[in-house]
């Protein structure tokens, strides 16, 4: 059912359900309205600050309480550790969700320590202009970037006793926040200096500090295809599930096991099982 709105509401997303038909909305009581959902009897009116925190809100993932990081940093260095980001954005109610894999880096010129949620942050990464989520992509849009750490299977055969399910321990972060357009809608020397910070830093933690600058011009030269954003951070989650809910004796059981694997995600979680307090 469609339940047209006042003109003075113009371009403002509007849900009905059960095929009710609501009385006159409250205009004149809200200055600025960004959604309007109708439940039951009662027009929900939500201002644009609020409609941005509901829609923040869903975006949060659900972490038992044993499997938190145990300290902030923990999520920082997971996201340092393991760059290759999954962002997400809800899209249209035509097109549906959005969802690219792509590299991100902290901004290097973001100064001072993270917050222990890391709202106030600043990511920057890139896509390929030629990718339909870059075109979806508005300035100020909400979204999610997912972070995965390391992960392993855990076989009920490690916990040594017959009553037992098998599970899968990981580790991940899922940083909120708003996206912004560098030099949209064509590249520029700012796409340029997110390419080469995205260069700089993997090539120091992953690479052999390979020596661009004799590249720069061929960078130049498919700048066209990029598409650089800017993502500011407004809180984060982490999960660290690594055993905590099993017995020490199981715990130390898992770790031994994780450690004497030839896969290097194995040996990560481990470590971070050891760091665990």
Known sequence: MTTPLPKLWAGVSLSVSNGFRP????????????????QKDAWLVFSADETTRRREDGFKMFVP????????????????????????HNGSPFTGPFATHLPVIP???MNGDWAPDLKGATLLGHMNRSNPHWSALEAGEVGLLTF???????SPTVYGKTQAAPTWN????????????????????DTLEVVTSTVKAFEADFGTDWDMSESINYFRKILPDVGAFRFTVSGADGMFKLSQEQAPEIRDR?????????????????SLMASLP
């Open 148 to 154: 995965t750490g390391p992960h392993g299977y855990v």
């Open 65 to 88: 309480p044993q499997y938190k990081e145990p300290a902030g940093s923990w999520m920082v260095d997971l996201i340092r550790n393991n760059p290759l980001a999954l962002l997400v």
């Open 170 to 189: 990981f580790t991940s972060v899922h940083v909120r926040g708003t996206i912004q357009k560098i030099d949209s809608p064509g590249p520029s020397e």
């Open 23 to 38: 009385p006159r909305p409250p205009v004149g009581r809200i200055r600025e309205v960004a959604a309007i959902t109708i």
């Open 107 to 109: 901004d290097p010129e």
């Open 254 to 270: 898992v770790y031994e096991s994780f450690s004497a694997r030839d896969c290097a995600r194995h040996r990560a979680a481990a």
